[in-house]
Every structure is written in structure tokens, then in C-alpha cells.
């Protein structure tokens, strides 16, 4: 007999997400994802003046804080034929990398970790057992007999006060939940000093653009002077401490996050063949060494993988009207040309319908409308987004610096590249990028210096930012590889205003309703056959939702002011 499960809204994530889930025989045996708030910032930005569009878009998402500016910016430049100069692309790439260290280390630890660290059993563990096992994966210096038996003694006042705050609500004790209490100790150890890390990386953005969350961006380039010798701009003082930030994330990250995830992994191997899902998967690439219309340059290449045929990675096209459509069959939303078409997104539009009822409701209507989301489409075929696909792409491409990371990994962990396809291999895959973002940001400071040394201090194209140049219509598309996948922005300019614009984000690609022809998106399709050892407490249901580090605020773009969330299962 099949259950229906209500998971609403999802927490440890970005926005509002509903998960309806049948469940029969201890599996999932359907899912439905339902994006359940609005923002309509394309329609804010109708009729503004593009070169603001940056100020606007930064603020859809307090999490991706620099993404979203950095994607419109570019949609800007490419519908002018701007040009930036090198030292504007290198502090962008610089802020691209200290954006993923914070996000992916934040979400590692305080979005993903308690789906499989039991905060109660480290109340068990032998602390001086545990820093035996901790300075045996990692050279990190907290790791003393003394340090976890001071955590352990605060975690249980914690738990005796009945008072367990931000890890209050867990389904601590879970069958499912496999680590020994000592690892579980690392864990709650490692959450809190991440706390007191991620204040410190995200300094980088301020020195370059001003400000945390949402630093400054410009069209044309970047709104920072740079002199080594000025006492009052971003000087030779203040790179070095740049510098310093970096290498601290690089060393936090290399001798805390990734020693964690090699230590947790072994234990949940079984998890290497759930939550695969679609099997289908898209970068857009990022990260330009040789100027953004160079994609050969990029860090991150581009392509498609379909049917998990790493061996044949497609190319991606974002202005092929053919390629990316949207669909709305599913989605609170309507088309001029009705609910059956797919728009590209130069030519897209949202307007709400709303067909669903009104909350409180036990279930939404799976056959009819049932999500704020619209749903994408690459060539007609659903796609995966984000850290796996970035680097299933780069492992296809052929590109040494990935295989070697993912090659090391498998080694460790003794197990096969199909692993990957799964939701230990979506975690694990955020991690070994991780690493790769950290090197990578130490060569762009290099670059950066050595422009600065030569006597290139310029920032700023400023040639075309006058709208007397520009023509009377335009169109850009500006791409990016958000910490959650592929993201882009289109904009269609006119008589020097916004007359279109769209935003197609990850969790859109991801967490969308299925489409006419019942093709499943990400993650309903990942939920398939996901073992529910205990319907009330569904922990397996958030491990692989988690896994996607959902963010709906992004993905759908107003509460209806009589709404109320309902809650039917307890999450944390």
C-alpha cells in the first residue's frame, strides 16, 4: 500500500520547497518537487536601465551572493560588445573562487553534514579516541584530546538543558545514521569551527567590492582602483591580505573539509548507488583565463552528458532558441502561445496563473500546475546541474587536473566512477571541486599581482558605458557556474532600457515539475527508489535533496498575504 509523505517546506536550504513523496514497500516509489514562493524580478526589471540590473538581480539570493550580479553583468557586455580588461576578469575569477570556498564549505557543514552526523551519539565518543582518529586523516591543529573533550562537555550541557537550538529537531538516533561516535565528534566539532571560518574567506569581497553579502559589481569592468602604494584604495597592504585569506581557506579546506568527507564516505558506500537520477548532466563553464569569449580558456569547460556517457560530452549553445526553452505545463505560470510551447529566454515571458489552493492544503494536484517553477529543457531533455556536472564534464573533457582529483578520490574510497552518479557521488563532487577552486584562486592573485607589477592597473572599460553608444536594440546572454550549477541571464535591450529579461538559475534546472511528456527534473527523478526506513522521519529524503544545495529563492522569481506553511513532517 502506498503513502503519501508531505516534507514542507524543506529547511537547511535557500527559499521555500515542498516534497510529496509516495512511498511503498520501504522505498519512494514517486516524487514531486514544488517551489511554493515568487519574487518576479524580470518584471522589476522591465524598463530599467540595464547597467542597474546587476544591483537588482545580486539580491535574488543572500547565499550565492556574487553569481547572479557577475551573470548580468555579463548579459550587459555581450548585448554592447564590451570588452573588460584583464585585471577586471581576474578579480571577478578571484571572487568566483572565494564565493565556492564559502559556499560549498557552508553547505558541507551546515546544509548536508547533519543528514549524516548523529549530534547526540558524539555525546558517546572517547575523546581522546577521537583525536587519535583525527590527526591520523589531518594535520589540523585543533585536534587534541583536551579541545574534544571541552566540545563534548559544552555539546552535553547542550543536551541536558533540553535546549539543543540550532541542532534542535533532528532525527538524532536514526537507523540510518551509520558513524561511529568519534566521527560523529569530528563532525559537531568541525561544524562549529567552519562557523568562525566562513566570516573570515568572504573579506575577499569586501576588499574588491565594498561589501558581504552582494559586493559591488560594474558593467565594463570592476568599481575598485587598485595602486600598490595608495593609502586609501586597495593597496599592496591589503592584497597581501587577499593573499593571507586564500591560504587560509586553502588550508581549511584541505586539512578539515576534505579529511571529513574521506572520513564520513566509507561509512555510507551504499549511498554511491542511490539518487542518481536523470543521469543526464550540463555545465555552462566559467571561470575565463583568456577573456570571457574565449570558452576554450575556461577552468571549467563546458558540454553535456547524456545517459552517463562520460566518454561523449556535447557542446552547449545558450543562444540556439533550439537548445534552452522553458516550459510551463506544470508551472504556475502562462504563455501568450499557451501552456504546450517552449520559449527561449530571449524571448521569454512570467505572468503568474495560479491555479493551485490555497494553503493550508493536504496535497497539491499532480496533473495540473504545482510549482512556482518553470520547467527548462536542454534539446528537449531534462538535465542536471551543478557540482557532479561540473566535474563529470571536465572528467569528459579529458582535463588531467580533474581526473586527478576524482581518480584519487575513487582510489581512497575503493570504489568504481559509477559511483559518482549518485548522491555520495553529488557530495563528493562538490568537495574534490573545491579543491580545485582553491588552487585556482591562488593562480588568478598571481596573475593579478604580476599585471599590477608590470604597470597594468586598469580596471575599467568604460568606452561603451555611455548609452549614446549603444543600439537601438540589443540582445547579451551571460553565463555562469553557480556553486549550484549552470546559470544564466538574457537580456533584450531597447531604445537603452530593459525590455526582457530572464533568469534560467540551478535549482530551476534541478527542483522544476515534470514536463507534458512526464519527464521527471532532477531531483524528483533522484528521490526514485530512495529506501524510507521510517515514513515519519524521512532523513533519506533529505540526504539527496540536500545533496543538490537547493536554492528556491533563486529558482523562482509575494506570498499571497493569507498563506500559511504546513508542516507535516518534522525536519531539520
Avoid at 147 to 167: A, M, N
Avoid at 498 to 520: C, E, H, I
Wanted: aromatic content about 10%.
Amino acid at each position: 500500500m502506498s503513502q503519501r509523505i508531505v516534507i514542507d517546506p524543506i529547511t537547511r536550504i535557500e527559499g521555500h520547497l515542498r516534497i510529496e513523496a509516495d512511498i511503498a514497500n520501504g522505498k519512494v516509489t514517486d516524487a514531486f518537487s514544488s517551489g511554493t514562493m515568487v519574487r518576479l524580478i524580470e518584471e522589476i526589471l522591465k524598463g530599467r536601465d540595464p547597467r542597474d540590473a546587476w544591483a537588482f538581480v545580486g539580491r535574488v539570493c543572500g547565499v550565492c551572493t556574487t553569481v547572479h550580479s557577475l551573470a548580468s553583468v555579463r548579459s550587459v557586455e555581450d548585448a554592447l560588445d564590451i570588452v573588460i580588461p584583464p585585471n577586471a576578469e581576474l578579480v571577478r575569477n578571484i571572487m568566483f573562487c572565494t564565493q565556492y570556498m564559502h559556499d560549498h564549505v557552508v553547505h558541507f557543514y551546515h546544509l548536508h553534514a547533519l543528514d549524516w552526523v548523529d549530534i547526540v551519539s558524539a555525546l558517546k565518543a572517547d575523546p581522546k579516541a577521537t583525536s587519535e582518529l583525527a590527526q591520523s586523516i589531518s594535520n589540523y591543529p585543533k585536534s587534541s584530546p583536551g579541545y574534544f573533550s571541552d566540545l563534548q562537555k559544552r555539546l552535553t550541557k547542550f543536551v541536558e538543558s533540553g535546549q539543543l537550538g540550532i541542532f534542535a529537531n533532528g532525527y538524532w538516533g536514526h537507523p540510518a545514521y551509520k558513524l561511529p561516535p568519534e566521527v560523529n565528534l569530528i563532525g559537531v566539532a568541525h561544524y562549529l569551527e567552519a562557523l568562525e571560518w566562513q566570516k573570515e574567506i568572504v573579506k575577499v569581497h569586501t576588499i574588491f567590492g565594498g561589501k558581504n553579502p552582494h559586493p559591488n559589481y560594474l558593467v565594463g569592468g570592476m568599481a575598485c582602483a587598485i595602486g600598490l602604494d595608495d593609502v586609501s584604495g586597495i593597496n599592496a597592504e591589503r592584497l597581501a591580505y587577499v593573499e593571507q585569506l586564500l591560504k587560509d581557506g586553502k588550508e581549511f579546506i584541505e586539512q578539515v573539509y576534505i579529511p571529513d568527507l574521506l572520513a564520513i564516505a566509507p561509512f555510507y558506500l551504499d549511498w554511491g548507488a542511490i539518487g542518481g537520477g536523470l543521469g543526464n548532466y550540463m555545465s555552462y563553464g566559467d571561470l575565463p583565463t583568456n577573456g570571457y569569449n574565449d570558452p576554450m580558456s575556461f577552468k571549467f569547460p563546458s558540454g553535456v552528458i547524456l545517459n552517463k556517457d562520460v566518454a561523449n560530452v556535447l557542446d552547449v549553445d545558450l543562444r540556439d532558441d533550439v537548445q534552452v526553452q522553458e516550459f510551463i505545463g506544470h508551472s504556475w505560470y502562462e504563455y501568450e502561445g499557451g501552456d504546450e510551447v517552449g520559449l527561449h529566454p530571449w524571448k521569454g515571458e512570467t505572468k503568474i496563473n495560479y491555479t493551485g489552493p490555497k494553503p493550508p492544503y493536504q496535497n497539491l494536484d499532480m496533473d495540473a500546475k504545482y510549482s512556482f517553477l518553470k520547467t527548462p529543457r536542454w534539446k528537449g531533455s531534462a538535465m542536471e546541474v551543478g557540482p557532479l556536472a561540473r566535474m563529470l564534464v571536465g572528467y569528459g573533457r579529458g582535463r588531467e587536473d580533474f581526473k586527478e582529483v576524482v581518480d584519487s578520490a575513487l582510489s581512497k574510497l575503493g570504489v568504481p566512477i559509477t559511483a559518482l552518479f549518485s548522491t555520495l557521488g553529488r557530495t563528493a563532487a562538490r568537495g574534490l571541486e573545491t579543491v580545485l577552486v582553491t588552487q585556482w584562486a591562488l593562480e588568478f592573485y598571481d596573475q593579478l599581482i604580476t599585471n599590477l607589477r608590470n604597470g597594468d592597473t586598469r580596471m575599467a572599460n568604460m568606452e561603451k558605458f555611455n548609452p549614446e553608444r549603444w543600439p537601438a536594440k540589443a540582445m547579451g546572454v551571460g553565463h555562469s557556474e553557480a556553486p549550484r550549477g549552470a546559470l544564466a541571464h538574457w537580456c533584450v535591450i531597447e531604445d537603452k532600457k530593459l525590455a526582457n529579461y530572464q533568469l534560467v538559475v540551478p535549482s530551476t534546472w534541478n527542483a522544476s515539475p515534470r514536463d507534458l511528456q512526464g519527464q521527471r527534473s532532477a531531483y524528483e527523478a533522484a528521490l526514485l527508489d530512495t529506501p524510507i526506513a521510517d515514513p515519519d522521519q524521512p532523513v533519506e529524503i533529505l540526504r539527496t535533496i540536500h545533496s543538490f544545495d537547493p536554492c528556491l529563492a533563486c529558482a523562482v522569481h509575494l506570498y499571497d498575504e493569507d498563506g500559511k506553511h504546513v508542516s507535516q513532517v518534522k525536519v531539520l
